[in-house]
């Protein structure tokens, strides 16, 4: 399963936008890019996901790099809910799996 | 918005007890899932189950097994419990169409077992 690499944490002052990065240099050709999010004490939570184009929904951006081997999130606006921890996942096209690894926790400074 | 509901967020037994987590969904999905979360480790699937009576295992299905009689119901069982399995488990569904694919979390149960 490929991997991906993120920083253990960021910090990000509230109302301001925070650029979440992902490093995935042995993604393949048919693996997704998922993000998930985590707040404490839930479960996970779909943030966004896209393949090679980059992706917008009302919860954050996705901006994938040309060669496929880094990504971004994107939260334009930071808000003390977005306090939580943020897995980028690769996910195999036919593949069930989501594979979690140990994600970026995202601190909000009010 | 899709529900997936678990039957207890706080579960304590003893160790060789056998123990049911149950899981259910409101969305009509066809795939559902447990994993356990513990420190360092992340998330791990434990088993999966694509429609009624199918499951397959996940990366670490020993010493737990799964029922799943019904479309939006999934149980997680744990047939002799032990301490090494106290955790917290998660379970999620998603619809069974891959293109758009995402599943949705249980708030999770945290078992301790003493």
């Known amino acids: 399963d490929a991997k991906t690499t993120q920083p253990n944490s960021m910090e990000s002052n509230e109302e301001e936008p925070v650029h979440l990065p992902c490093n995935h240099s042995t993604i393949s050709g048919t693996d997704y890019i998922h993000w998930y999010r985590q707040l404490p004490s839930q479960g996970p939570e779909y943030v966004i996901h896209g393949l090679t184009s980059n992706v917008n929904n009302r919860m954050a951006s996705l901006a994938i790099a040309e060669d496929r081997k880094s990504s971004t999130l994107i939260l334009h606006r930071a808000t003390l809910r977005d306090a939580a921890v943020y897995y980028c996942?690769?996910?195999?096209?036919?593949?069930?799996?989501?594979?979690f690894g140990s994600g970026t926790r995202l601190l909000v400074r009010p | 918005d899709v529900k997936v509901t678990q039957s207890s967020r706080y579960l304590v037994k003893r160790t060789g007890e056998k123990v049911f987590l149950e899981c259910v969904q409101d969305m009509d999905h066809e795939n559902m899932f447990w994993y356990r979360q513990d420190p360092g480790l992340g998330l791990r699937l434990i088993y999966f189950?694509?429609?009624?009576?199918?499951?397959e295992k996940g990366d670490i299905p020993e010493g737990y097994s799964v029922s799943r009689e019904k479309k939006e119901r999934f149980s997680l069982i744990l047939e002799s419990a032990s301490t090494n399995q106290t955790s917290m488990y998660l379970c999620?569904?998603?619809?069974?169409?891959?293109?758009?694919?995402?599943?949705?979390f249980g708030p999770g149960t945290r078992l301790t077992v003493t």
């Open positions: 999620a569904s998603s619809p069974r169409n891959w293109s758009e694919y995402e599943q949705y």
């Open positions: 996942i690769l996910r195999m096209d036919s593949s069930y799996k989501l594979i």
């Open positions: 189950s694509y429609d009624v009576k199918m499951k």
